[in-house]
Nanobody, 122 residues
Framework: QVQLVESGGGLVQAGGSLRLSCVGS????????MGWFRQAPGKEREFVTV????????DYADSVKGRFTISRDNAKNTVYLQMNSLKPEDTAIYYC???????????????WGQGTQVTVSS
């Protein structure tokens, strides 16, 4: 089993930055692909970014490419999401997730954190 806890959300003005963290436990962290997803009220959960295992390959949704950066520190069992140039449309609850493979699909992730709210004002 894997347990995940997100932190770092908050309120920021458009153009600002936030850094989210997700701490995992319960399984060998370096062998797990870690993703970030987000969900706005009334909308489906959508892919944001993911970082893989052996070579830490990354993938980003087009909407965040060039603005967001995912990274991981396996020694600390932590994955990060650095968010720059934030836009009001980035407002959502952000979730970290763990899975066996690098994927954009929600269903491929077996473990989820509780989420952290990110609100971007205009």
């Amino acid at each position: 089993q894997v347990q995940l806890v997100e932190s770092g959300g908050g309120l920021v003005q458009a153009g600002g930055s936030l850094r989210l963290s997700c701490v995992g436990s319960g399984r060998t962290f370096s062998s797990i692909a870690m993703g970030w997803f987000r969900q706005a009220p009334g909308k489906e959960r959508e892919f944001v970014t993911v970082i893989g295992t052996s070579r830490s390959r990354t993938d980003y949704a087009d909407s965040v490419k060039g603005r967001f950066t995912i990274s991981r520190d396996n020694a600390k069992n932590t994955v990060y999401l650095q968010m720059n140039s934030l836009k009001p449309e980035d407002t959502a609850i952000y979730y970290c997730a763990a899975g066996a493979f690098l994927s954009r699909e929600v269903k491929r992730y077996n473990y989820w954190g509780q989420g952290t709210q990110v609100t971007v004002s205009s």
